[in-house]
């Protein structure tokens, strides 16, 4: 359960290589020096399942230093380390095992493990240091024999079973050094996985905003549509997904990862061995990172042993039966599959060799191919896929002794109905020797396609010798008849007409933000509204492999990596050029057009893209820095295709293109309607509706929406207006004022966001935080921010309040107040942005403590609060002692761990208890003195121990029976809450100072304005 400083994670991007021409005797190691050291030591091999040029190799070296109780440095030690090794390493790669590590020990066979026993090895960091480690490392491992295959990662272990660790890798000499300061599993794979698989941190600190980028597990986006691990996250989530308890087993995106406190995603609340959340709950990996390492280990790793016949290219002599048969490493559980396609077709599957009769046709091409469909990886090109491998073989006929016309294969569309809309394709087969089997490009296999649309469509036929033969049929939608149908209006006339009324927010000026929402009236309940080209549904795509384009650069080259869409892609070098492609649609018509690429050492780039001869006005965008190794990217443009044959061509800007994978286009476009009262996320521009009731009226309407500048509202004041209601001090003129629950959306909503009341006064519902809006009447703008006001219950005021200062400043020992962050006894004038805080002051006059926090504005009262969800841990530079009052304006997290607070010398006293729904601590785990103290919430004393948490923003009192003696000084890492302010005093408050100072804490925190509540 260590989280903070004992465990510094420093995760180091890239490093240069190193020159080994110092001399030894300023302390840095010359060659000379490496070379005695490697001949000192021992290379143990310890688990070796190949040759290192083809595995990912584990290199495990020791290290000791003074402070080591029984440090490996001495002769008979190797066998303690061995044996370290295997009930670490070795254990975490052994499927069954109950140290396993997901989903490591699925892939065993990918991986050596070695102990380097280096008995004479220096003191750590005093003799040796991680570059001299690199060194030992490259000599001992590089180079490798073939691109892309091969890993090398060495891990320095101390025999010590606590602490962090630091990493470094370069994924393009595919070599890495772990330090770790303890030899516990989870540290050792939190490590190793920032080196092979290239996976980034994913807690927060306070360094956040430095330059992060998006790894293989965390993400900029949350959008659902746009994140990458989308497949793992079910559409009843939320997202942003909130950290709550809900969705503590759920995939989502949460926010926080890579450093980065806000603004950052990642797709576990709690528990990846990455550091998600809270850092060290858990040894687990999350989903995502899961997926990266069943990917990942065939990128570094080729599973095929061998293959029978070795020789590829075969010629035979008549027709003979041959064995073909292929030798792989494969993973436990054995979840491969293996496919055999003879000219393309599936002739046997879940075998490793087969018989195949050969030689009646002149040339066969036969395929084994392998994809391991674990269940750690939920297919969706680019971001993941089922790793596959293939063993291609040809084989040629001297003489071919079937004698057979040639196979061709015609197609014939004709309408299925008089509207031609849809079509059936029918093949015309001659020629060959029957039976003939049929392969469509839409993956069905009869020999009609039924009820086709617009669309680009393939048959390949196969003959009962493997003769194959491939045709193609465009059904455009120049060639259908255009029809208009006419509509039946019912001329009926009815009493009781459908009015409808319409609720408009504007789209801010080059975004789609804004919102309609209609309430129909009239005729007869249930409503059903229907949108005309709401939006657009799109055939499935076809994919353009850059092989295949058109390219301008004398000094691209064709590479090939398992984990691409083929394995192949192109290199552009760093150099401009242009790749074009030939692009087919059924229909003119919007289309998206994805662009799969990824980049070395790329600092986000553009390229503009000409569609048909003509420059497409706005640019596409290539992400910051997503290696090649780290996985493939998408880019996508909006761009009119004219139906039949488009030239997409994708050029330098003065600017390299990324290394591309392939184009990724609909053959087809539709309209199609929307339903539902609500739309958000709209762009400017008209919308058309059919409203129907329930007896099938039907009235039509049109609604623009308009686009406006953005405004911001600051001068409003809230006052009580009659029992039960607020309202707007002084409303301006043509102006509205809209109502809600939560402050102004940071996000981009996924649901319709419904006011609780419009107008300039507003019935209040219940005590609380509400938010104001003002909407202007003319424009349908309305207020980018909100304005936070609390209001409170007439019934629970208490005229006396007293400032804590008033108490005597003398008895405050800390005070914590998120409204004055820089603690000068002050309101803040102007707050922080949303996100990390580096220094909270205290505000009591001796001290100077400080934390670190994530400051959450306009959240209680129109102020902000101190947020310490995925918050490290701050420790501050001196003790808080004898304190007796704990006085809270605070809200418990669901996630927070039981029996925490925020500090941990405070989780003795007021720790969260293990159930919140029936009780604020539990009696067995709190002090005698909070037992025999007095805990008041919201103003009332209750009894801790069966009184439930409220989960809600509340104010709580806890005096200690006799003052506390344990220090704080360092926060709690696993509590997960919000404050608001905090203070500590040094006695038992005298009832009156009590009542007083809640009273002060609610009319700041929680009424603005106090109204009668029925
Ligand atoms: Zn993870």
């Known amino acids: ?85 295997e009930e670490s390493m070795v254990a975490a790669l052994t499927y069954g095992d109950e140290r396993a590590q997901t989903a490591y020990a699925s892939y065993k066979e990918f ?31 590089l180079p490798w024999k073939n691109e892309h295959r091969g890993w090398v990662t060495f891990l320095v272990m101390p025999n010590r079973d606590k602490g962090g660790g630091g990493a470094a890798r370069n994924l393009e000499e595919r070599v890495g050094t772990a330090v770790i300061a303890g030899n516990g599993i989870g540290k050792m794979l939190h490590e190793i996985s920032h080196t092979c698989m290239s996976l980034g941190d994913e807690y927060t600190t306070a360094a ?115 064995h073909f048969s292929v030798d792989h490493i494969v993973p436990e559980p054995n979840t491969q599959v293996a496919r055999w396609f003879l000219n393309g077709k599936l002739i046997a599957e879940g075998v490793d060799g087969i018989d195949v009769e050969l030689g009646k046709i002149a040339r066969y091409e036969l395929v084994c191919s392998i994809s391991d469909e674990t269940e750690y990886i939920r297919p969706d090109p680019p971001f993941s896929r089922f790793p596959k491998f293939e063993v291609r073989w040809e084989i040629s006929s001297k003489s071919a002794p079937t004698k057979a016309s040639p196979l061709v294969v015609k197609l014939s569309k004709t309408p299925v109905s008089g509207e031609k809309t849809v079509w059936n394709i029918t093949s015309d087969i001659s020629g060959g020797v029957p039976p003939y089997s049929y392969q469509w490009s839409d993956g069905t296999t009869g020999p009609t396609l039924k009820d086709s649309g617009l669309g680009i469509y393939e048959l390949t036929v196969t003959d009962s010798e493997y003769r194959t033969a491939t045709s193609g049929i465009d059904i455009y939608a120049g060639g259908l008849a255009s029809k208009t149908k006419k509509s039946k209006s019912k001329k009926r006339k009815k009493k009781n007409e459908i009015s409808v009324g319409c ?31 709401g939006k657009y549904q799109y055939g499935s795509p076809w994919v353009y492999e850059s092989e295949n384009a058109t390219i301008t650069d004398a000094e691209y080259t064709v590479k090939h990596l398992f984990s691409a869409s083929n394995n192949t892609y192109v290199d552009l070098k760093g150099n401009e050029g242009s790749v074009s492609w030939e692009v087919k649609v059924a229909n003119s018509g919007i289309y998206p057009v ?33 290696p090649l190794y ?115 959306p940071q996000v981009k909503l996924e649901h319709y966001e419904k006011p609780l009341g419009v107008g300039n006064t507003f019935r209040v519902p219940h005590k609380g935080t509400f938010y104001v809006a003002a909407y202007n009447e003319a424009t349908n703008a309305e207020s980018s921010n909100r304005i936070g006001f609390a209001v409170g219950d007439i019934a629970d005021r208490r005229e006396v309040r007293i400032t804590p200062e008033e108490l005597g400043e003398d008895a405050i020992k800390l005070w914590f107040d998120s409204s004055d962050i820089d603690g000068n006894g002050k309101p803040d004038e102007e707050n922080p942005d949303r996100g990390p805080v580096k220094s909270w002051e205290d505000k009591s006059i001796r001290n100077g403590y400080e934390l670190f926090m994530k400051y959450e504005p306009n959240a209680l009262n129109g102020k902000g609060v101190a947020a310490f969800d995925h918050v490290w841990v701050s420790i501050m530079k001196e003790e808080v002692k004898e304190y007796q009052t704990i006085v809270l304006v605070y809200k418990e997290g669901s996630v927070s761990f039981p029996g925490t607070s925020l500090f941990r010398g405070l989780n003795a006293f007021i720790g969260r208890s293990s159930d919140v729904k029936k009780s604020l601590f539990d009696l067995d785990a709190v002090d005698d003195r909070t037992k025999k ?82």
């Open 208 to 322: 956040t905003g430095t330059g992060a980028f998006p790894t293989y597990a965390a993400d900029l986006n949350y959008e659902r549509e746009k994140i990458k691990w989308r497949k793992w996250i079910d559409p009843e989530t939320p997202l942003p997904t909130p950290y709550e308890e809900e969705y503590i087993d759920k995939v989502g995106a949460f926010e926080g990862n890579q450093y980065h406190l806000v603004d950052y995603y990642r797709s576990t609340a709690q528990g990846c061995i990455m550091g998600a959340g809270v850092f060290d709950n858990t040894e687990e990996m999350c989903p995502v990172c899961n997926q990266r390492v069943s990917m990942r280990v065939y990128d570094l790793v080729d599973p095929v042993n061998g293959f029978s016949p070795s020789e590829t290219s075969i010629e035979i002599e008549g027709v003979q039966k041959m």
């Open 111 to 141: 991986f050596n493990v070695y102990g380097l026993w280096a008995p004479s090895v220096p003191e750590w960091k005093k003799g040796i240091d991680r570059e001299t480690v690199d060194a030992i490392r490259d000599k001992l491992f």
């Open 933 to 1014: 103290g007095q805990v008041f919430l919201n103003g009332k004393k209750v009894d801790p121990f069966t009184t439930p948490n409220p989960m809600e923003f509340c104010i709580l009192t806890v005096e200690l029976a006799s003052p506390s003696d344990v220090p704080l000084a360092r926060t709690e890492g696993l509590w997960e809450g919000a404050i608001a302010e905090m203070i500590l005093i040094d006695r038992k408050l005298l009832d009156w100072e009590r009542k007083g100072l809640e009273e002060y804490l609610r009319r700041k925190w929680f009424a603005m304005v106090d109204i009668k509540f029925e």
């Open 503 to 533: 609720n408009i927010k504007a789209s801010d000026i080059g975004k789609a933000n804004g919102m309609l929402a209609i309430s129909p009236s009239g005729g007869k309940a249930p409503y059903t509204v229907l949108w005309k080209k």
């Open 630 to 744: 780290t996985g493939w990217d998408v880019a996508t443009a909006k761009v009119f295709l004219k139906e039949g044959i488009n030239t997409v061509k994708l050029f330098s800007n003065g600017e390299s293109l990324p290394n591309l994978d392939y184009l990724r286009v609909p053959t087809r476009v539709e309209a199609i309607s929307v339903s539902g009262n609500e739309r958000i996320g709209l762009a400017p521009g008209t919308y058309e509706y059919v409203v129907m009731d329930s007896e099938s009226n039907t009235v039509e309407g049109v609604v623009v929406l308009p686009e406006t500048y953005p405004f911001k509202i600051s001068d409003i004041s809230v006052e009580n207006t009659s029992e039960g209601t607020v309202g707007i001090a002084s409303p301006v003129n043509g102006y509205t004022y809209k109502w809600y629950a939560k402050d102004a």
């Open 1 to 85: 359960m260590m989280k903070g400083l004992f465990s510094t994670i420093i995760f180091i991007v890239g490093f240069v290589s190193l020159a080994y021409t110092q001399s030894s005797e300023d302390g840095k190691w010359n060659d000379e020096a490496i070379d005695k050291l490697i001949a000192e030591s021992e290379l143990i091999p310890i688990q070796i399942t190949g040759d290192k040029d083809n595995r990912i190799n584990i290199v495990i070296m020791n290290q000791w230093t003074a402070a080591d109780e029984a440090p490996y440095n001495s002769p008979d030690m190797r066998g303690e380390f061995v044996k370290d090794i």
């Open 594 to 626: 994805d662009i799969i690429y990824a980049g070395i050492f790329m600092k986000g780039s553009s390229a503009k893209l000409m569609v048909n001869g003509v420059e497409e006005k706005e640019s596409v965008h290539f992400n910051q820095t997503r």
